[in-house]
């Protein structure tokens, strides 16, 4: 399994701490191609198409850790989204756990009558 582990900047602020599984047999890449090019972009251009993702979005408080990375003081409030993406042939292709600067951060969504 491919673990990325990312801290996302915004304006040369912390915005998040990104974490990726991928099983490593769908995906060849190098770091330098991941800080040039973006994780979901390498992945459409090896012919990983995601599909369907189950999200679920919630709030924590920063841990000690997650605090100094972030720039947040601990307990500071988070935002915080876990994800299962899926291919075209319903094969899992991603997780991930996310966690956001609740001060810095929202999420939009749309919704869609099937």
Do not use: C
């Amino acid at each position: 399994m491919l673990h990325i582990r990312r801290l996302r900047l915004m304006d040369g602020e912390p915005l998040a701490i990104m974490q990726n599984w991928i099983p490593a047999s769908l995906l060849n890449t190098t770091k330098a191609e991941l800080e040039d090019a973006g994780l979901y972009d390498l992945m459409r251009r090896q012919g990983l198409n995601i599909r369907v993702a189950h999200q679920r979005i919630g709030a924590a408080i920063a841990a000690a850790n997650d605090a100094r990375l972030l720039n947040v003081k601990p307990g500071a409030a988070l935002l915080v989204m876990e994800r299962t993406a899926f291919d075209d042939g319903g094969r899992v292709i991603e997780t991930s756990s996310h966690k956001y600067r609740a001060d810095s951060y929202s999420f939009q969504t749309t919704l869609v009558a099937r």
